[in-house]
């Protein structure tokens, strides 16, 4: 049945091309149909590929189809085609079946608006171009996937064109992730005129080939994929435009800014496993990133007002621990934390949305409370999602998955006790915000009237993410409680194992710790926001603290570094050079022109003396050149 | 006996004839005085071309200075025709009333 | 003077006779058109009795004329032009309703002199044939006599060119009286033994070549040139721009050719100076002219300029370069003059730019040849002006006059300015000052259109054009 | 035979145009279509003439001639009427044939004035352009260099919009000046190669090895340069296309865009390299410097202007930056990326200028601070913008994508450091585009005016050409096909030394020591 994997990208880039030209025609449920139904097909597909792949796996755990030669001139020889192992085969079912419940929701949450088919039709063309990227057999096709991917984040964030600002964060997004992009385009030119190839498989075998381990070829090609990846997931330093990004409709959100695009990073990294490792000080750059990155968008996510903010800095936050495990090796903890990320992220954003569109468009969280009797379902969902984001023990999916990669980045070669350390505070941290953000909205009196309680097509999904958020992180069974590495085992195909150097039982004391702080920072948000609300907005007037305060709500004041740094002196270069200086040039010479014209028309004055004497003077000089020379 | 006057002295002589009547030409205000000083620049090199036939015993000096004289006579009376028409229009005989075209 | 020479001599023979004709005729009736077809048929009968004359060359006349295939080609051009300009003149003087009886008297006998300065070698000859063309030329310029314009032109011309021959008069009494012959193939060769004091002979040939550059209205004598064009008529500014100017470069370009102007440094200098020193001012003076006969003769001043480039490259492809310019320059100045005389009202010429605003919606075809004889000026493809600059260029190239050829192609780029500025006039929207759309003259239609199908097929397939040159010209050499 | 006959219909169609429209201007441009047409089925015809002449086994290899006419025309200066065709030239043509076809119904509706000498005007320039395409004679390639000038001064001086004297007099000086210094080095070659071997003429093939000496070659090769860099147009001699451009009327910049700058790229690649190849190698680093000052600076310019065609015009100078990068570095991979960067780019840029020339005739300003807000009112014109808006900041899937990445791909392989500053140029055309299609169509309407939507037929042309790009960045393989015998040929034209291809493995040590500004293939 693996036949069928060119269909599951096929569906949504279909799905977009009727939605795209015949949009218009279109009523709202056919536009609906069209748009969730492609998704569908697409997820459905996936899973049959998967299940077939999974229960007869294919020679050599690999199965690669070519469709249609793309470029072949000059030594490039490119074709389009698709990859799949166990790395995709994992990519491609979080992405179409968390695509296909947001799709299912975003028919009932984009109900009121127009451009209806219109939205559709970028949703369908993200998924398609996610697919693509995840299915990509050569290193341009998957540039093709990044761009797309890329291109309709901006498009989707712009969705809502006529304020200026939505307008002015898709610019920014897009633009961030371009200057990644590039980095990762000169990385792909060096590494075909070094490889001669782009076929990923057979680079990184010649990679591996011919390059030593730390050579300055490999450190310099994982170094500018390190910059697409870092450019697309929105860590360290390009990390300022997924706050702003909350200004599309949420379902984009948690579809685009949590579970699927933002990752594309990781899986970049995944997937150039080889590279990494034949470059060391990289890879435990990858590491450094993700835990800085973690803890600033910790702390930042614990002064934002807006509920969607929250969970943006979250995102980035929880990707920089995939970042901290894709750097010290623990590939499979990587891509198993990014799989219940998924799944918990998207479920806390789809909660999120219908909290927003139940107080008509409230997005402060200290203007919402007591929603917890209004909304009882939506109330669970989110509480279950909250939990396994703040990885409470046993319980919650997240729990499984970030436990396993602290204990993989304490216990591995490269990692070390301090990016452990880092790894524990941030957990602290987001146990801390996640539970503020549930207290603020669901707990205390109630500031604002519920509107508009969500139908069921979008309660479904997110009933269905809630389940898998709790039940997801059981793939994953730790040492200490029965051993059932069903997920790594099935990664082993496709990544390395992880390389221990640690004492085996120290994973049992790094879990208690672990659930010792997640339960400990539930407390500390309980403390501050529920209990004692009054000490937190007192802590907030105190000069020092509003200052803290208010750096930690810019982000840690990037967004202001950089439009000092680059934005404002590229748009006053720009403006400068308006009259294009070279033109000026020109001009000068026309000017000369003109004014020797001008003297020059005055010796005709019309006089006939004058001219006898210019005559005459003109014979006089004749004679002396001709004589005297 | 040829009375022969060294070629240097009557060249001196027909270039200073040339010189006066260029002067002549530039810095009179009155058409006439500018078409007899046009009359003492041809006669100067009339001069000019008798020495030196004379010098080299040739008649083409000569015969030139009759061309010469005849083609000045033939300017003249068409100049003359051109000032009266210009009398006829300014009333006066200063040859910078005619420069209306300039520039 | 045997029969033969005699009927060498037939094209001037016949030249000479149709003015006295013309008069004879004249005493008896005084139609304007019987004059001007007699004075055509004067001027084709003496172009046709070239052919069968150019069987006998080469052949000296008395000493004084030299009659070879070189000055059988440029008689021919000088013809050919005068013709053109007499039927240009039918059009204009009819417009003007006076009665023409002399005009084309003068007309004719300005072309005789240019033959014989054309075909003359001896300084005689020279100077006979240059009175020739001037004397009639002062009265041609103020012709009408009507406005005070053409008195003003005529007095300037005459003063102007009463003192060059006087230059010119003097130089030759200077090299006569230095080298005892007044022949120019035995003063080219006689200038070479050291013996004779070589100042006064410099200085001799430095005045000739004063009084030719006056008559080629190279740059420090070019002072009169726009006040005549624009006095004159239209007709006689076109026969001064063209014939005069050919007639005198034939004969400079044959005779500085044998004297070998490249061993003589100073000449050298002194020829690329006036040509530099033209072409910049010709094209500097041009640019914001709003009287469009004086930037024609501005333009003229220029074409001079990029005429010596070829002069001082010297060899074969030069003379020949020289020689294709010179009709390409010919036809494109005598169209883009024709234009200007069919437009020409009875009170007024029509000179203005603002004359000529929007003139391609209302008589296209006019406006059509006007741009096509400007961009031939230009030297823009398709046009004769075009292969005429890319042979200039060549012979600039060929003789590696690297300077020159770079000052050509910058004052070209100066030159596109005013040439457009003028095309720009006649296609622009606003109506110009000429409201009446003009009704196309017959003849002057028939004129003009031969000298557009010209000017296209010395452009666009010069071959034959270059084939007369090759077995005129070239044989020269 | 079908070269002539290719360029003669297009002049004698252009003329029948003139004096139909005298009766009635639809007949001018159903004549004017008519030859296109003809001319298309002439070019076609030419492809598969092609192949059967070599055979079912495609193009010839070694990028010989597919069709070549000879015939001698000025025989004392030995030049002769030669036009020849190989796979690059047929691809160009094709392209002038098609755009052609655009600028022709983008002045369907726009033109009404004067239609028959404007429709003659469009006609002697697609000629003109196809004639340089064609012509191997060094003379004749400038006569057609020239040619293209006059029809296009006329219709910017008299179709343009409101500053359009300046304009046309400066395109027409730069073009023109420019012009005149190649024919300089044409002369001077054409003596060279006389005096060399005593063979006086000026056709291509015999010109191509002529041996110069260093100190002259390098200011025949700079004659050359400047002609071609002003026409490309590279960053110093530019400052004519912005003008040209924005005052040109939209059947115009369809043509300056997307055909006049292709000779340039055209001449370039045919004329410059192969004639002086070894002082072309000397010359790269510095005519590289020039492509990547141009990427760059065609990018900032485009970014501060508030006149939507000036934006797209600067555009123009970014794009063509990659052209001339990718054809001074001179191997396979970059020609080939030169070659569709120049096909897209006239495809993508010719569109956004029949968009803008719709938006002008609905809202009549080009200004962008007047305008904004137009999507809801004119959503498929906002779609179209916003296609090839993406086209030109190089979004893959598109040819410009293709384009420019194949010409850093090549680049890479002479110098990382140009590559590397170049692909700067991506951050920065997505600056310029995004922010274009934000001030246009998307924030909060500014003026007070109603725009009606693209009719059906704009609609039409543009989903053909958003067809064209897509298919030009998915599939180009036959475009490639078609191209790549004749860059062999050429760059064995060149004799330039082959450098191994990084086949599999590590290319060879020495090829890495080699300094970095050696010119491989």
Redesign the interface.
């Known amino acids: 049945m693996l036949e069928l994997l060119w269909l599951i990208p096929a569906m949504p880039f279909a799905g977009f091309l009727v939605l795209a030209t015949a949009g218009k025609k279109l009523s709202r449920t056919g536009a609906a149909v069209i748009g969730a139904g492609s998704a569908g097909v697409s997820a459905l597909i996936s899973l049959i590929v998967a299940f077939s792949f999974i229960s007869s796996p294919p020679a050599g755990n690999s199965y690669s189809q070519v469709l249609w030669e793309w470029v072949n001139t000059g030594g490039l020889s490119l074709s389009i085609s698709f990859y799949l192992d166990a790395l995709s085969v994992i990519m491609v079912l979080v992405v179409s079946v968390v695509g296909f419940l947001i799709h299912l929701y975003s028919t009932g949450f984009m109900a009121r608006d127009d451009g209806y088919s219109r939205f559709f039709s970028y949703m369908n063309l993200f998924v398609g171009s996610m697919l693509t990227l995840v299915l990509a057999g050569n290193l341009l096709l998957l540039f093709l996937g990044w761009e797309g991917v890329g291109l309709c984040s901006y498009l989707l964030i712009g969705f809502w064109y006529r304020e200026t600002q939505n307008g002015y964060a898709a610019l920014k997004a897009f633009i961030v992730t371009r200057i990644g992009d590039t980095a990762m385009a000169i990385g792909l030119f060096l590494l075909f005129y070094n490889l001669g190839t782009l076929d990923i498989q057979q680079a990184m075998g010649l990679a591996k080939a011919n390059w030593p381990v730390g050579s300055g070829i490999a450190i310099a090609a994982a170094a500018l994929l390190l910059g697409g990846a870092l450019g697309k997931s929105a860590q360290l330093p390009l990390q300022t435009w997924l706050p702003d990004a909350m200004a599309g409709p949420t379902p984009v959100s948690a579809l685009i800014h949590a579970a699927t695009m933002v990752t594309a990073g990781v899986y970049l990294i995944a997937r150039t496993h080889v590279l990494f490792t034949l470059a060391p000080p990289v890879q435990s750059a990858v590491a450094i990133i993700g835990a800085a990155t973690l803890l600033v968008a910790g702390f930042s996510a614990l002064a934002q007002h807006d509920i969607k903010r929250v969970l943006a800095y979250s995102t980035i936050s929880q990707i920089g621990y995939m970042f901290l495990a894709l750097g010290v090796g623990a590939w499979s903890a990587a891509i198993f934390h990014f799989m219940t990320h998924a799944f918990f992220k998207a479920l806390l954003f789809l909660g999120a949305g219908v909290v927003i569109q139940g107080l008509n468009e409230e997005h402060d969280m200290f203007r919402m409370g007591g929603l917890r009797k209004e909304m009882p379902a939506t109330f669970w969902s989110f509480l279950i999602g909250a939990a396994s984001l703040s990885a409470l023990p046993l319980v919650t999916a997240g729990f499984y998955s970030k436990d396993l990669v602290l204990w993989d980045v304490w216990s591995s070669r490269t990692g070390g006790n301090w990016l452990w350390a880092a790894g524990l505070l941030g957990a602290l941290l987001t146990s801390i915000y996640s539970f503020r953000m549930v207290f603020l909205t669901f707990y205390g009196e109630k500031k604002t009237p519920v509107t508009r309680t969500p139908g069921p097509v979008m309660l479904i999904p997110v009933i269905a993410l809630a389940a898998l958020s709790a039940v997801g992180g059981f793939v994953e069974i730790p040492g200490t409680m029965g051993n059932v590495p069903l997920f790594s085992g099935f990664l082993e195909t496709a990544l390395p194992k992880m390389v221990f150097s640690g004492v085996p039982e120290s994973e049992l004391i790094s879990q208690i710790i672990a659930a010792i702080l997640s339960v400990g920072g539930i407390y500390v948000a309980y403390f501050f926001w529920l209990a004692l609300p009054e000490y937190a907005r007192d802590f907030t007037k105190h000069p020092a603290g509003s200052a803290l305060h208010r750096f930690l709500f810019s982000g840690w004041g990037f967004d202001w570094l950089y439009a000092r740094l680059f934005v404002r002196p590229y748009v006053w270069a720009a403006r400068v050079n308006k009259r294009d200086v070279i033109d000026l040039f020109y001009s000068g010479i026309a000017l000369i022109n003109r004014l020797s014209h001008y003297a020059l028309s005055a010796t005709q004055t019309g006089k006939v003396r004058w001219y006898v004497m210019v005559l005459g003077f003109g014979a006089f000089i004749t004679i002396t050149i001709v004589v005297f020379t | 006996m040829i009375f022969s006057v060294p070629m240097e002295e009557g060249l001196v002589l027909a270039w200073v004839l040339f010189v006066t009547g260029l002067v002549g030409v530039i810095v009179r205000r009155d058409i006439i005085f500018i078409l007899m000083s046009i009359e003492i620049m041809l006669n100067a090199a009339g001069l000019a071309f008798v020495i030196a036939g004379a010098r080299w015993a040739q008649p083409d000096g000569q015969v030139m200075f009759i061309f010469i004289m005849a083609m000045a006579a033939a300017e003249v009376s068409v100049g003359l025709a051109l000032v009266l028409q210009l009398y006829y229009r300014r009333k006066t005989l200063d040859v910078d009333s005619a420069s209306g075209m300039k520039g | 003077m045997d029969a033969d020479t005699l009927r060498a001599l037939l094209p001037l023979i016949i030249i000479s006779a149709t003015p006295v004709a013309v008069m004879l005729v004249l005493a008896f009736y005084r139609s304007h058109a019987l004059t001007v077809f007699l004075v055509l048929a004067g001027l084709a009968l003496s172009f046709a009795s070239l052919f069968p004359a150019s069987g006998l060359l080469p052949r000296m006349a008395a000493g004084l004329l030299v009659l070879d295939h070189y000055s059988f080609f440029f008689m021919g051009l000088m013809f050919a032009a005068t013709f053109a300009v007499a039927l240009l003149s039918y059009g204009y003087l009819g417009r003007k309703d006076i009665f023409p009886d002399e005009y084309y008297i003068l007309l004719l006998i300005a072309a005789a002199g240019s033959a014989v300065i054309v075909s003359s070698s001896h300084f005689a000859s020279f100077f006979l044939g240059l009175e020739l063309l001037s004397v009639p030329l002062y009265a041609l310029i103020s012709y009408p006599r009507a406005n005070p314009r053409n008195v003003e032109a005529g007095i300037k011309y005459l003063i102007l060119a009463g003192t060059s021959s006087a230059f010119l008069l003097f130089g030759m009494a200077l090299v006569y009286a230095e080298l005892g012959t007044m022949e120019f193939p035995r003063i080219s060769t006689a200038a070479l033994f050291p013996g004779t004091d070589r100042n006064f002979v410099l200085a001799g040939v430095a005045m000739i070549i004063t009084g030719i550059g006056f008559k080629l209205a190279l740059v420090p004598f070019h002072m009169w040139t726009p006040d005549v064009y624009e006095g004159a008529p239209a007709p006689v500014a076109a026969f001064v721009a063209t014939v005069s100017k050919g007639a005198m470069f034939a004969l400079l370009l044959r005779y500085f050719t044998i004297f070998d102007i490249r061993r003589y440094g100073s000449l050298m200098l002194l020829f690329t100076v006036i040509s530099i020193a033209s072409m910049f001012a010709g094209n500097l003076l041009a640019l914001f002219q709003n009287n469009v006969k004086r930037l024609l003769a501005y333009s003229s001043i220029a074409h001079l300029g990029y005429l010596l480039v070829a002069f001082l490259a010297s060899g074969v492809l030069a003379a020949a370069a020289v020689a294709f310019y010179l009709a390409a320059y010919f036809v494109s100045t005598l169209g883009a003059f024709g234009v200007i005389s069919v437009l020409s009202g009875k009170e007024r010429d029509a000179d203005m730019i603002d004359d000529y605003m929007g003139l391609a919606w209302r008589s296209p075809w006019l406006a059509g040849i006007f741009a096509a004889m400007l961009l031939s000026l230009a030297g823009i493809p398709l046009t004769a002006g075009f292969i005429g600059k890319f042979f200039i260029a060549a012979a600039g190239v060929d003789s590696s006059l690297w300077a020159l050829v770079i000052i050509l192609v910058i004052n070209s780029a100066i030159g596109l300015f005013y040439y457009l500025r003028v095309i720009a006039a006649l296609y622009s929207r606003r109506p110009g000052a000429l409201a009446a759309s003009p009704k196309l003259p017959v003849l002057g239609g028939i004129t003009l259109g031969a000298l557009s199908v010209a000017l296209l097929w010395l452009g666009v397939y010069p071959a034959t054009m270059l084939e007369i040159i090759r077995n005129t010209i070239s044989r020269f050499f | 035979m079908i070269l002539a006959w290719i360029i003669i219909v297009l002049l004698a169609g252009g003329l029948a145009a003139w004096f139909l429209a005298r009766w009635d201007p639809l007949w001018a441009r159903r004549t004017c279509l008519f030859a296109l047409l003809l001319d298309l089925a002439l070019a076609v015809s030419v492809f598969w003439l092609g192949h059967i002449e070599t055979g079912a086994a495609g193009l010839p290899e070694t990028g010989a001639w597919l069709i070549e006419l000879n015939v001698p ?5 030995g030049i002769g009427l030669h036009l020849a065709v190989d796979g690059l030239s047929l691809v160009l043509v094709l392209l002038t044939i098609f755009l052609g076809l655009l600028s022709l119904s983008s002045a369907w509706s726009e033109i009404t004035g ?1 239609v028959g ?1 404007f429709h003659f005007n469009l006609m002697w320039i697609l000629a003109g352009i196809a004639g340089v395409f064609m012509s191997l004679d060094m ?1 004749l390639f400038y ?2 260099w ?2 293209m ?2 029809p296009m ?2 219709l910017i ?2 179709w343009g919009h409101e500053n359009r ?1 300046y304009a ?3 395109f ?2 730069f073009t ?2 420019s012009g ?2 190649m ?2 080095s044409i ?2 070659l ?2 060279i190669h006389g005096a060399n071997t005593g063979d006086y003429t000026f056709d291509y093939t015999r010109l191509l090895g002529t041996q110069v000496s260093p100190s002259i070659a390098i ?1 025949l090769m700079l004659g050359f340069f400047i002609a071609f860099a002003v026409k490309l147009p590279a ?2 001699f ?2 004519w296309l ?1 003008d040209a451009h924005t005052e040109a009327p939209t059947a115009g910049s369809i043509i300056l865009a997307g055909l006049l700058l292709k000779t340039g790229a055209y001449g370039f690649i045919r004329f410059l390299i192969p004639l002086f190849p070894d002082m072309a190698a000397r010359f790269a680093p510095v005519a590289m410097g020039l492509a990547v000052a141009s990427i760059i600076y065609g990018a ?2 485009a ?3 508030n006149d939507l065609k000036r934006l797209i015009a600067d555009t123009s100078i970014s794009h063509m930056g990659f052209v001339l990068l990718g054809v001074y570095a001179w ?6 990326g030169a070659l569709m960067q120049i096909i897209s780019h006239g495809i993508s840029t010719g569109m956004l200028f029949m968009m803008v020339g719709s938006i002008q005739e609905r809202i009549h300003t080009r200004d962008m601070d007047v305008m904004g ?1 137009l ?2 009112d004119a ?1 498929r014109m906002g ?1 179209v913008m916003m296609v090839f808006a ?1 086209a030109s900041l190089g ?3 598109m040819g410009n ?2 384009g420019e ?2 010409v ?3 680049t ?2 002479v110098s ?1 450091a140009f ?2 500053i170049a ?2 140029g ?2 920065l055309s ?2 310029y585009s ?2 274009m299609i ?1 001030r246009t ?4 309407k500014r003026g007070g005016y109603r725009v009606r939507d693209l009719s059906s037929r704009e609609m039409a042309a543009s989903a053909v050409m958003i067809a064209a790009i897509i298919w030009l960045g ?4 036959p475009v ?1 096909d078609t191209a ?1 015998p004749a860059f062999n040929g050429i760059q064995g034209a060149a004799k330039m030394q082959k450098a191994p ?7 060879s040590k020495d090829a890495r020591a080699k300094s970095i500004w050696t010119l491989t293939p």
Do not use: C
Request: charged letters at 10%; hydrophobic letters at 55%; glycine letters at 8%.
């Open positions: 025309w000025i025989p004392q200066l004067r000498f003379f006569f057609f020239e040619m000038l006059v001064y006329f001086a008299i004297q046309s007099v400066k027409f000086i023109q000046a005149l210094l024919l300089l002369l001077g054409f003596f200011w960053v110093p530019h400052s912005p900032v310019l970014f501060a202007q191997n396979g991979l970059a020609l080939e807000g999507w809801p959503p779609g993406l979004l893959p899937g994508f293709l990445f194949l850093l791909f090549g890479y392989r990382s590559a590397v692909s700067l991506f951050v997505t600056i995004i922010w934000q169509f998307h924030g909060e998915v599939y180009p393989q490639m790549s291809d990084p086949v599999s493995g590590r290319p």
